[in-house]
């Protein structure tokens, strides 16, 4: 996740662009499969960096 996020700002400071935001879009079947949301704000889904980010 690093490398994208330098390679965005480097890029918005070469052209003189704005600085686009990451996102993580995450679409489920349905409101079961929607637990899922518990699993991604876990602390074990991408070492916790995803923690209050809904």
Do not use: C, N, W
Not at 22 to 32: E, H, K
Request: charged share 20%.
């Amino acid at each position: 996740m690093r490398k994208p996020r330098s390679t965005l700002r480097t890029y918005a400071q070469q052209t003189g662009d704005k600085l686009v935001k990451l996102f993580m879009l995450v679409i489920a079947r349905d409101t079961t499969h929607a637990a899922l949301m518990a699993t991604i704000e876990s602390g074990a889904f991408f070492a916790g960096r995803q923690v209050a980010r809904s």
